[in-house]
């Protein structure tokens, strides 16, 4: 069975890290471009950063540049997102998604898994 699964969120304090995994069953990663997602309540679903299959490529969100960090493991079938200097607007449901696509980031039509995602709250 194919999955994708998150985990690594929860509650933090402004200014605090969290480090997110998304954890793929079923199949091989190592073809796979991997994207991080989130949603906040009654916004749409904004894509939050990218890694090719090589890891050649990276892209990130303006609003997250310099404080979040997108990598991968293909050796343990897994994806991360390290996310430094949190603020209040960052928080929101978390999904990972993989791509069959073998070079540079995909466009958001190619992504074919989905993680059921994780919850990152930020608050004092």
């Known amino acids: 069975q194919v999955q994708l699964v998150e985990s690594g969120g929860g509650l933090v304090q402004p200014g605090g890290s969290l480090s997110l995994s998304c954890a793929a069953s079923?199949?091989?990663?190592?073809?796979?471009?991997i994207g991080w997602f989130r949603q906040a309540p009654g916004k749409e679903r904004e894509g939050v950063a990218c890694?090719?299959?090589?890891?050649?490529?990276?892209d990130y969100a303006d609003s997250i540049k310099g404080r979040f960090t997108i990598s991968r493991d293909n050796a343990k079938n897994t994806g991360y997102l390290q996310m430094n200097f949190l603020k209040p607007e960052d928080a929101a449901v978390y999904y990972c998604?993989?791509?069959?696509?073998?070079?540079?980031?995909?466009?958001?039509?190619?992504?074919?898994?989905w993680g059921q995602g994780t919850q990152v709250t930020v608050s004092s």
């Open positions: 998604a993989a791509a069959p696509v073998r070079w540079g980031c995909p466009k958001d039509s190619e992504y074919d898994y």
């Open positions: 079923g199949f091989s990663l190592d073809y796979y471009a």
């Open positions: 890694i090719s299959s090589t890891a050649g490529t990276t």
